[in-house]
């Protein structure tokens, strides 16, 4: 499966941004989806996860302001991102795998999509 990232952009504290994920190759109703991100200097980060049965996951530091979703008649991977914050500034990446073992550790998911940058301002 192919996967691309966009959506992206600069947004102020406290306000939201909706990242897209397409996937292509394979019905992405076959993959748990999930989403990391990178912030300068700093190695790459589970962020959420969603897998075939509809359960998610959040990191510590998202739980209760970013929602991972599906859409798989679209074939399409979100992340809705609600009250921003400067330290949520990164390069977001879209990843998919048939069955992560660990869905927080990065080598556990096989598909990645090419990342889209995130800037929060204070």
């Known amino acids: 499966v192919q996967l691309q990232a966009s959506g992206g952009g600069l947004v102020q504290a406290g306000g939201s941004l909706r990242l897209s994920c397409a996937a292509s190759g394979r019905p992405v109703s076959s993959y748990a989806v999930g989403w990391f991100h990178q912030a300068p200097g700093k190695e790459r980060e589970f962020v959420a996860a969603n897998n075939w049965s509809g359960s998610t996951y959040y990191s510590d530091s998202v739980k209760g302001r970013f929602t991972i979703s599906r859409d798989n008649a679209k074939n399409m991977v979100y992340l809705q991102m609600n009250s921003l914050k400067p330290e949520d500034t990164a390069v977001y990446y879209c990843?998919?795998?048939?069955?992560?073992?660990?869905?927080?550790?990065?080598?556990?998911?096989?598909?990645w999509g090419q990342g889209t940058l995130v800037t929060v301002s204070s």
């Open positions: 990843t998919a795998d048939p069955a992560p073992r660990t869905i927080v550790t990065l080598t556990a998911w096989t598909y």
